[in-house]
């Protein structure tokens, strides 16, 4: 059920861009002057050749990056400035934070999670909109630790549309207890607890409105430059798998003997379905120097179940579906001359469960660091005309 029902919200989010592709493109017609119908008819052959022209000469590029290209190539050059090289090298460093909070509402017990930073060097090599590289942890490196925590993260900015598909998991990796409120003993706030193991699997899609003013990727890609500021609307969509296991009994001992039963599941597993609205904004207010910043609020229809242990150890299911709010939330900070750039980019995260008897937030963030070079300039395209005929005058 919850496969098809994440393959609607793709199919309904793919329709509806191309929807408001159509109408932009409609509007935009409607306002230019008229055109023979031959003239338009000769464009069509000749735009249609040297589309199938470039896809036999980039033959190692596959028919999803002629249609991201379509969708990246629309913005205006007055406000945004195109990549004029082929080819990037980039030198990033990668923070990844989490954060979770267990609460009860029936005796107002709160516990909040975190497991330690982890610091990521990785080097990247460009082509056109595609990104290639290998990053090590450099926690891994300096240390003895051990842990088995994984993230992996996929983003996609075009002018018009982008996404994110990312995976997470704890593992092992070493838990704090941050804070916790209503228990008597406050003695081991900051001490390593290794209580929960978390995991988290999703997508997420959007489409901006103002794609020919404002470039996500002049802030998240460096593959454009953004001129003059600007904002946009932003309409997405998300689908979202989590687990949380809860190992009550690794909590300190005196933690342990006053908590709530309601707080004692074993198991939170829920799916979640949310479309997200937002505004995103662009401020250039330097040459060359971009601060971008955005907010989309989400409301989520989620499916869930959760896995409670009695005394007996005899396992309790109950099914829950309700609708929630989360978060998204990105701030970046780049300088880009076109041929060398640097910045940090900041990517928020949010998510939360509320019941009626506990809840649980969780938090994901990355901030980054990178600093790269562009090279191997683009070529001039050849304007192709069609011929203009003369007019018949007859004698």
């Known amino acids: 059920m919850g496969k098809i029902k994440a393959t609607y919200l793709i199919s309904l989010f793919l329709s509806l861009c191309t929807a408001l592709y159509a109408n932009d493109i409609e509007t935009?017609?409607?306002?230019?002057?008229?055109?023979?119908?031959?003239?338009?008819?000769?464009?069509?052959v000749v735009d249609q050749?040297?589309?199938?022209?470039?896809l036999f000469e980039r033959g190692v590029e596959s028919t999803v990056g002629a249609t991201l290209r379509q969708f990246d190539k629309r913005g205006d050059t007055i406000w945004i400035s195109p990549n004029q090289y082929n080819y990037a090298v980039m030198l990033e460093t990668s923070n990844w934070y989490e954060f979770y909070n267990i609460s009860s509402s029936t005796s107002k017990q709160e516990i909040d999670f975190s497991p330690n930073a982890n610091y990521k060097l990785g080097l990247y090599f460009g082509w056109k909109w595609i990104f290639l590289g290998y990053s090590v942890d450099a926690t891994r490196l300096f240390s003895r630790s051990t842990s088995a925590k994984r993230e992996f993260e996929l983003s996609i900015y075009t002018n018009m549309i982008g996404g994110d598909i990312y995976w997470r998991k704890s593992g092992n990796s070493p838990m704090t207890l941050d804070d916790y409120t209503g228990f008597s003993d406050d003695s081991q706030i900051g001490k390593e607890c290794n209580a929960l193991d978390v995991s988290i699997k999703g997508l997420n899609a959007y489409y901006i409105f103002n794609h020919k003013h404002f470039s996500y990727p002049a802030a998240f890609a460096q593959s454009t430059n953004q001129r003059r500021s600007c904002g946009s609307f932003l309409l997405g969509i998300t689908c979202s798998k989590h687990e949380i296991d809860f190992n009550h009994e690794k909590l300190p001992n005196k933690m342990v003997?006053?908590?709530?039963?309601?707080?004692m599941f074993n198991k939170l597993k829920y799916s979640d379905y949310s479309i997200n609205f937002g505004y995103a904004y662009n401020w250039v207010f330097k040459r060359n120097c971009l601060l971008s910043a955005s907010l989309q609020p989400a409301i989520g229809y989620k499916e869930s179940e959760v896995k409670i242990s009695d005394i007996t150890m005899n396992q309790l299911k109950r099914q829950m579906k309700y609708i929630s709010l989360d978060m998204f939330s990105r701030i970046g900070i780049t300088w880009n001359n076109a041929k060398y750039y640097t910045g940090l980019s900041f990517v928020v995260h949010t998510y939360s469960f509320r019941r009626e008897y506990f809840s649980v937030n969780n938090t994901y963030a990355s901030l980054k660091f990178y600093a790269g070079f562009n090279f191997g300039k683009k070529k001039k395209k050849n304007t192709i005309e069609l011929p203009v005929k003369e007019p018949i005058i007859e004698k």
């Not at 935009?28 to 069509?44: A, M």
């Not at 050749?49 to 470039?54: A, I, L, P």
């Open 28 to 44: 935009n017609d409607s306002n230019s002057q008229r055109k023979p119908l031959i003239n338009k008819v000769g464009k069509f």
């Open 257 to 263: 003997e006053e908590l709530d039963q309601s707080m």
């Open 49 to 54: 050749g040297k589309m199938t022209g470039k």
